[in-house]
């Protein structure tokens, strides 16, 4: 289970994005009160550069089932465990070659509460894809890295998502979709779907499917002075489908594929009436510079815009008592170690000497598995030691930890390794208590 909550024990103010936030829940989107940070145009460019050289140096293509595409998800995977998110990459076949998607969990949030973003990492085969799909890709990963870099603490918890062959036909997001069991389908509060957000003769599309996801986006263009239209033709032609399948809200923003722009938009939007929105879609020249960079910038911000707006303004959320991850995170066999974080603010002083740390490790011979708590400072705490003798299944336990010299604020770390070879397992979930 993807779920990573605090105890809540009453109310108290909410430090969001380097705001001070003190609001009642709200279930619509809350009016724009919250800051949302300019998303720079110049890191997503970046991201779009190793994206073009990725595909330069694999055969002209980030396509499903070549190697610039495994190249590009591990280049998006790279940037999101260094800023902290936590991150699986999910395996899939179609056309008899392995897909992947990459799903990143921001921790904290209400796990019950689950606000998605997401974007088709794959190209065609016959070119780069940079607008079709870096774009997206580029702009939800900024805004994920803007997520770290404020370290936010919204009302629901955070979902990334990188999906693989799009192009076969949404492949990656509806094996997502239909693998996700029922009651975490049911959390998902809403899905965010980013598919071209840079055309070179851009038009400003918004899905039209949740009303509250719709008036976000179009709230943002409003504060532009930027007309937006309805997305008419893309209900089924993207991976916010299948998850409009699943009965869950969705919406999203569209620059424009192949169709042309009229005289109309034109005259709102400038650009060139009688061509293409992207002259290059599926083509060849869909590279580097296959981008408009006012769209690309704009769209960039509106997706955090609508992460920082739609994600709560923050519930309240006081310093409780006790810090929880139960997001699973798998165990190599007889590798390197793994770690699974909570994050502990709005605590005054040190933790104390009768640190609670209860441990939920599924594994076979738990003998092989060695566990430490890792303090913010880096100071490890040993909790168990790896025994060749112990031959019983997982690790469930409660330690305690005299950690009065740790600061209390910050991120601790359950780290787990197993030192011996056959049989694994992953952390279930663990819990701190102060
Ligand atoms: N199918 C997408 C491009 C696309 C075409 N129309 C829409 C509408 C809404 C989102 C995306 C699209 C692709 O080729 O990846
Ligand atoms: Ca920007
Ligand atoms: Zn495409
Ligand atoms: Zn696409």
Not at 10 to 33: C, D, E, M, Q, V
Not at 188 to 210: E, K, Q
Request: glycine share 10%.
């Amino acid at each position: 289970m993807n779920l990573y909550r605090r105890a809540a024990v009453g109310a108290a103010t909410l430090a969001i994005g380097g705001l001070l936030a003190t609001a009642a829940p709200s279930a619509a989107a809350p009016s724009p009160t919250l800051a949302a940070p300019d998303i720079p145009l110049a890191n997503v460019k970046a991201h779009l550069t190793q994206l073009q050289s990725i595909a330069s140096a694999n055969g002209g293509n980030r396509a499903h089932g070549r190697p610039g595409y495994k190249a590009s998800l591990d280049y998006v995977k790279g940037k999101l465990d260094a800023a902290g998110f936590t991150t699986r990459i999910q395996q899939f076949t179609s056309s008899g070659a392995t897909g992947y998607n990459l799903i990143a969990d921001w921790p904290g949030g209400d796990a019950n509460q689950v606000l998605m973003a997401g974007a088709h990492l794959d190209s065609v085969s016959a070119g780069p894809g940079i607008n079709d799909n870096g774009s997206g890709s580029a702009g939800i990963l900024e805004t994920a890295l803007a997520v770290s870099r404020a370290q936010l603490k919204p009302d629901k918890h955070l979902r990334f998502a990188w999906w693989g062959a799009e192009e076969l036909g949404m492949v990656g997001s509806r094996y997502y979709v239909n693998n996700l069991p029922s009651t975490d389908r049911s959390k998902i509060s809403g899905y965010l779907n980013f598919d071209m957000i840079a055309s070179p003769n851009p038009g400003y599309f918004v899905y039209d499917d949740d009303p509250t996801i719709e008036k976000t986006f179009k709230d943002y263009y409003a504060g532009l002075n930027v007309p937006t239209e309805i997305e008419t033709e893309g209900d089924g032609r993207s991976d916010h489908a299948p998850f409009d399948s699943a009965g869950i809200p969705v919406g999203g923003l569209f620059s424009g594929a192949e169709r042309s722009k009229s005289s109309a938009q034109a005259q709102k939007w400038g650009g060139t009436a009688g061509q293409a929105f992207d002259r290059c879609y599926h083509s060849s020249c869909d590279t580097s510079s296959n981008i408009n960079d006012t769209a690309l910038d704009r769209n960039s911000d509106a997706v955090a815009y609508a992460i920082w707006n739609l994600a709560g303004d923050g519930t309240p959320v006081p310093p409780g008592d006790s810090y929880e991850n139960t997001a699973d995170v798998a165990i190599p066999d007889n590798g390197a170690a793994v770690t699974s974080t909570v994050n502990v603010t709005g605590r005054t002083g040190n933790a104390p000497a009768t640190l609670k740390v209860d441990v939920d490790i599924r594994h076979t011979w738990r003998g092989d598995v060695v566990v430490d708590l890792v303090a913010p400072d880096g100071t490890a705490y040993r909790l168990k030691n790896s025994s060749s003798n112990d031959s019983a299944d997982d690790v469930v336990a409660s330690y305690t930890v005299n950690a009065s010299s740790e600061p209390a604020n910050g991120a601790w770390k359950l780290r787990v390794q197993d030192v011996a070879a056959q049989d694994t397992g992953y952390i279930n979930s663990w819990k701190l208590t102060f």
